[in-house]
């Protein structure tokens, strides 16, 4: 299966792109930690089954220091030892934002209240995007067929510079 449609070869794609990432930007620049943005964006990826985006962000976590064992427990956080309460309210509002459609009541009162113990306001606010962001470049990404397996860690910065 090939790629469909290149969105950096096309002048209203690479806009998008472009803007895109300036709003991913200024989420990776926030005080929410970096390994939390990345974990909530692999789990949401592996929800919606973005190869490309788990590739990509398997890949940053990596390359930021994040544990092999723990990249592997993501999709059995609640199984797992390793992810502390934060991280695992973070991994609760991530998969119920991510599971709109699937849940009519949407994020439970319960995993909000618990984000809200574990997070600030604007860390509030950058982990809400980190879940709308990551959720929009699943679905382009699946959409375009964009497969996983060639990321390298950085290519998503370089690209946009």
């Known amino acids: ?6 969105l950096f070869e096309n002048e209203i794609g690479l806009k998008l792109a472009k803007r895109f990432a300036g709003i991913a930007q200024v989420v990776q620049q926030s005080p929410l930690p970096k390994s939390t943005q990345e974990l909530v964006a692999l789990r ?5 089954g973005c190869g490309h985006c788990i590739d990509m962000h398997v890949k940053e976590a990596a390359a930021a220091g994040e544990s092999a064992v723990r990249l592997h427990l993501v999709a059995a956080w609640r199984e797992s030892t390793v992810f502390t309460e934060a991280e695992q309210a973070a991994l609760a509002l991530a998969e119920e934002g991510t599971r709109l459609a699937d849940a009519h009541l949407g994020v439970s009162d319960e995993t909000w209240a618990r984000v809200r113990e574990h997070y600030d306001d604007d860390q509030v606010a950058a982990l809400v995007a980190v879940v709308a962001l990551i959720n929009a470049a699943n679905r382009l990404a699946v959409i375009l067929h964009q497969r996983g397996g060639s990321y390298e860690a950085g290519m ?5 510079d």
């Open 44 to 48: 949401a990826s592996q929800i919606n």
């Open 1 to 6: 299966m090939d790629t469909r449609f290149n």
């Open 156 to 160: 998503s910065t370089a690209a946009m």
